[in-house]
């Protein structure tokens, strides 16, 4: 057997200890970088759709021509959790998604109305975003602060939501259930919240608002947020 030197027996040792050293140093090293990777991950998911502005409703594109920040129609003030969608029509046949932009973008010089909704779903089905997600729009009184707005346009003078309009009604109404967990009871006439004839059409014809709401929930499985 052969015996080591006591100069070659400190230096095994101090090696052995300094290979303890560094796999203590490494684990840590390991243990930091998966607590950081973790964080970031995180935080990627917490951010994750919670852009303001949105871009798409299934297959659907939404434009952004948000309003100046102004009194009578982006007032900018934050959102309360959002528990209900709230929906309007135009009033005005054969009225664009453009118009109506225009006319709440306008407010804030003709200062006639406190008006504006989050988004405009237009005549051939486009879907125009006038308010970010995460602010009020003044369109549902008390309901403004825990609500989104849709405005739709229509060529029906008892103002009926037809062809790519309805589709793509469907659609933002079925992202905007997904996005904040709520069902069919959550999907809100104007009329009921104020009692105002709107929409026209659906508060006449309750058997077409609910088949409305059963379109919006069948369609919310096709949506990725
Ligand atoms: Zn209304």
Known sequence: MKTLSKEEWKRRRRIKHYARLSVIGASFLLIIIMILWGAVSLVKKLTAGADPVWTSAGDVEITDMLLTVNDYSRPQIKMDDVTGVVIHYVGNPGATALTVQKYFQQLRITEKAYASCHFIVGLDGEIVQCIPVNEIAFASKDRNIDTIAIEYCHMDAAGECTGKTYDSLVKLTAKICK?????SDDILRHYDITGA??????VENQSDWD???ADVMAAMENIEL
Do not use: R, V
């Open 211 to 213: 088949q409305f709401k």
């Open 179 to 183: 996005t904040y967990n709520l069902g």
């Open 197 to 202: 004839d709107c929409p026209s059409y659906y």
